[in-house]
């Protein structure tokens, strides 16, 4: 099975910053990859698929990117409603695995 | 707008069998989606379990099929989960979600804590 690994697992950035997590798949997913933000003790809530495809009600402050094995998510300017854990998974094929999160904080 | 929310007993033992159902609202289970299962061990990332179509098929999780059945009904606009044979490792809160398409999750439940204790 594919697997998918983000790295940082966690970061600080100040308020106004702008933030970038990778994602990278172990096989060519193509353009298969969403990304989930998960605040505490909440539901993970769909920001992009598609790689680049902002679901509907997202700010535009989030932007993914990539292809193939190698995937980006960034927030152009951070806010403080912005901490949250991210996860990136593939939606190729099942299995639709998760990576293993990254924790954003300020 | 899609609703779903998951039920079933919060308190499991070692070696019985889990099982939560998941209720759709605002949205038929005969659409063209799948529905699916995803659960997160405390202070953990997020695992996807499988996955059903109205039509009774099914994809799930290699590391877990051997425990896993999901089943849908489409008279109650439900689908539900079973796991066996559950340890102290199937500690989680289970979500249920609808895939997109294909297979990211747009709606999710709000999420059950199902812990596996004697």
């Known amino acids: 099975d594919i697997q998918m690994t983000q790295s940082p697992s966690s970061l600080s950035a100040s308020v106004g910053d702008r933030v970038t997590i990778t994602c990278r798949a172990s096989q060519d997913i193509s353009s298969f990859l969403a990304w989930y933000q998960q605040k505490p003790g909440k539901a993970p809530n769909l920001l992009i698929y598609t790689t680049s495809t902002l679901q509907s009600g997202v700010p535009s402050r989030f932007s993914g990117s990539g292809s193939g094995t190698e995937f980006t998510l960034t927030i152009s300017s951070l806010q403080p409603e912005d901490v949250a854990t991210y996860y990136c998974q593939k939606h190729n094929s099942a299995p639709w695995t998760f990576g293993q999160g990254t924790k954003v904080e300020i | 707008q899609v609703q779903l929310q998951e039920s079933g007993p919060g308190l499991v033992k070692p070696s019985e069998t889990l099982s939560l159902t998941c209720t759709v609202s605002g949205g038929s289970i005969s659409s063209s989606n799948w529905w699916s299962w995803v659960r997160q061990p405390p202070g953990k990332g997020l695992e996807w379990i499988g996955e059903?179509?109205?039509?009774?098929?099914?994809n799930y999780n290699p590391s877990l099929k051997s425990r896993v059945t999901i089943s849908v009904d489409k008279s109650k606009n439900q689908f539900s989960l079973e796991l066996s044979s559950v340890t102290a490792a199937d500690t989680a809160v289970y979500y249920c979600?609808?895939?997109?398409?294909?297979?990211?999750?747009?709606?999710w439940g709000q999420g059950t804590l199902v812990t596996v204790s004697s």
């Open positions: 059903i179509y109205h039509s009774g098929s099914t």
């Open positions: 979600a609808r895939d997109g398409l294909p297979g990211y999750q747009d709606y």
